[in-house]
């Protein structure tokens, strides 16, 4: 049984920091993307950020150097870093992981307010 598990939302005030957390099981973590979506109320779901097997990085240009996608393959875990956020920012934020077949988790609620 696949699961991909986020935690670390929350809210959060303009100018903060939070890191998410995706914690998997049930596929060979190691050769699959991974990557970061959210939807925003009344929005579709968007890309915010992907990271290869090996490593490699993509951002959407919203996230660019504010956000870090990592990951931990010896932890079976996906991060990311969300630093400078944005009231803008908020939105359920998903997991994805994605080879040959595609799998989300259930989402984890970011507010970005004062």
């Known amino acids: 049984q696949v699961q991909l598990v986020e935690s670390g939302g929350g809210l959060v005030q303009p100018g903060g920091s939070l890191r998410l957390s995706c914690a998997t099981s049930?596929?060979?973590?190691?050769?699959?993307?991974m990557g970061w979506y959210r939807q925003a109320p009344g929005k579709q779901r968007e890309l915010v950020a992907t990271?290869?097997?090996?490593?490699?990085?993509n951002y959407a240009d919203s996230a660019k150097g504010r956000f870090t996608i990592s990951r931990d393959n010896a932890k079976d875990t996906v991060y990311l870093q969300m630093n400078t956020l944005k009231p803008e920012d908020t939105a359920v934020y998903y997991c994805?992981?994605?080879?040959?077949?595609?799998?989300w988790g259930q989402g984890t609620q970011v507010t970005v307010s004062s």
């Open positions: 990271i290869t097997d090996n490593g490699g990085t």
């Open positions: 049930g596929i060979i973590f190691g050769i699959y993307t």
């Open positions: 994805n992981g994605k080879w040959r077949k595609e799998y």
